[in-house]
């Protein structure tokens, strides 16, 4: 059974590459498009991988947990029929497929710290696998593909997406120094792997890793602070409206445009009933929200986005009770990390801040294709893993 145990990794590691590599320049439009059609089935062969493994290794589902990330889906199943007067497969599927996969099958990361160093190992592989790959494709195709719109890609067609890739490394090198021991690691990766990290998503304009990278070590730092938590959490949320609002043009053109798709979006719940429910059917849905007119960086002319904001998605789906409920069960897992240890609090509780701080530019934590939210989705559970270690 030792090929079962390697088996989710694999997997994991080789659909974490292949979303990569399916935004990679070096390619045909033609060999782009068949690499990303073959990501629903690689998530598929993912999520069945891991529902055997869990099944093998850990023989119980803990119920409250269960029933509390069901809601969600449950939920916006109910308000499509009845309020939304249509639904959406494809994205009710979605919230079903993630609400397993965090809640449930990623247990399988977590039922050690074994288990958890292999798993963030691996992640840290996936960075330098895709870093590797880049410098053949340059080698290659040559250096005028590094850039895409004047931002620092590696020759992928996302920035932010290879900046991301980075970031799950960064996180993964710090959870494994807050559980594995500190003496372990040394100046390459607690200072210097950081700072080339950090450069990475300064040189991608990427503001959503600058973000979540800079928040991390906000929180870590005032985490133990004897100042009021109100206090606290204004220090932060004027850290994400500053990039949120201000237009620095060095970090990223006019915003993104993402301020005029907010306003857009947020036309669309404009009544009572859609502040509280969502707003009702839009012939523009996309996965998982509706799109709005963005303008193009690179031609300036008018394309379809979606709202690039996990928060304002949630609002636009399933309104203020959608986020509520939406909240529940993470709310629950977190509240078991008083079974770890003040360094593992303190990182971990980092960590979530600034994933929620990145959500107000990206999806964190409703979408299998980006690498943060992959990541995010793998760790949400890793609470209970100390419960069972602690209460021993």
């Keep these: 059974m030792k090929l079962l145990r390697y088996l989710p990794y694999f997997f994991l590691v080789l659909f974490m590459i292949w979303t990569g590599i399916s935004n990679n320049l070096s390619l045909s439009y033609e060999q782009m498009v ?73 247990n399988y990361w977590t039922i050690n710290k074994k288990f958890l160093n292999k798993f963030m190992n691996s992640m840290i592989i996936v960075f330098f696998i895709i870093i590797l790959f880049g410098i053949y494709a340059i080698s290659t195709k040559g250096m005028d593909l590094a850039y895409f719109n004047n931002r620092f890609s590696f020759l992928y067609e996302n920035p932010n997406f290879f900046a991301q890739y980075g970031q799950v490394a960064f996180y993964s090198i710090l959870l494994l120094i807050v559980f594995d021991g500190i003496k372990k690691y040394n100046f390459f990766w607690k200072v210097l792997m950081p700072l080339i990290i950090f450069s990475i998503a300064y040189a991608a304009h990427s503001r959503n890793v600058m973000l979540a990278m800079i928040m991390f070590y906000v929180v870590y730092y005032i985490y133990n602070l004897k100042i009021k938590i109100l206090l606290k959490s204004l220090f932060v949320i004027s850290i994400i409206i500053f990039f949120a609002v201000v237009d620095t043009s060095f970090l990223n053109t006019a915003s993104s445009g993402r301020l005029v798709i907010w306003s857009y979006a947020l036309q669309d719940i404009s009544t009572n ?53 939406f909240s529940l069960p993470y709310i629950y897992v977190y509240r078991k990390i008083k079974y770890m240890e003040f360094n593992q609090r303190r990182v971990l509780t980092a960590i979530w801040v600034s994933a929620l701080a990145q959500s107000f530019f990206v999806t964190n934590f409703t979408s299998f294709f980006s690498p943060a939210s992959l990541f995010f989705g793998s760790i949400v559970m890793l609470p209970f893993m100390f419960q069972r270690i602690n209460s021993k």
């Design 34 to 106: 068949n690499a990303s059609k073959m990501k629903q089935p690689l998530l598929a062969v993912l999520l069945l991988v891991l529902t055997i493994a869990f099944i093998r290794y850990k023989k119980k589902i803990k119920i409250k947990i269960f029933f509390l990330s069901l809601l969600f889906p449950f939920y916006y199943l109910v308000i499509s029929i009845l309020y939304k007067n249509t639904y959406h497969i494809q994205v009710i599927a979605l919230y079903f497929a993630w609400s397993f996969y965090v809640f449930i099958f990623s």
């Design 273 to 325: 009933i859609g502040l509280f429910f969502g707003a009702k059917d839009n012939p523009d849905l996309s996965v998982l929200v509706h799109s709005y007119n963005k303008l193009n960086e690179a031609t300036g002319g008018p394309v379809k986005f979606h709202a690039d904001n996990m928060f304002v998605e949630l609002l636009v789906e399933g309104g203020i009770v959608g986020i509520f409920i």
